[in-house]
């Protein structure tokens, strides 16, 4: 599976911003998928993520009822949807996709990772 994320670049704070995950491979479509940020000097953290059929959701708690994930399995493509962005959103966004069972939290159960689209959000 191949992941290639899009959609960064310089927003305001408040204004809002979506986020694109491409993926080419059979895979996608059955495998659960996520997004993930890492700031300047910081680890990278979970965002959120989503089932293979889009029942289930999951979002950190800095985000949730900011941020909405979502997927189009038939155009193998996921988003985030960035809402009232704050600068401490700022980050480098990776998507990523499930490889083996455990918790969506967890990078460790994420097997293809996207090359990240930077994320800029100014005060």
């Known amino acids: 599976v191949q992941l290639q994320a899009s959609g960064g670049g310089l927003v305001q704070a408040g204004n809002s911003l979506r986020l694109s995950c491409t993926a080419s491979g059979r895979t996608f479509s059955t495998s659960g998928m996520g997004w993930f940020r890492q700031a300047p000097g910081k680890e990278r953290e979970f965002v959120a993520a989503?089932?293979?059929?889009?029942?289930?959701?999951y979002y950190a708690a800095s985000v949730k009822g900011r941020f909405t994930i979502s997927r189009d399995n038939g155009k193998n493509t996921a988003y985030l949807q960035m809402s009232s962005p704050k600068p401490e959103d700022t980050a480098v966004y990776y998507c990523a996709v499930r490889y083996t069972s455990g918790s969506y939290f967890d990078t460790g159960t994420y097997g293809y990772w996207g090359q990240g689209t930077l994320v800029t959000v100014s005060s």
């Open positions: 989503i089932s293979w059929g889009g029942q289930n959701t």
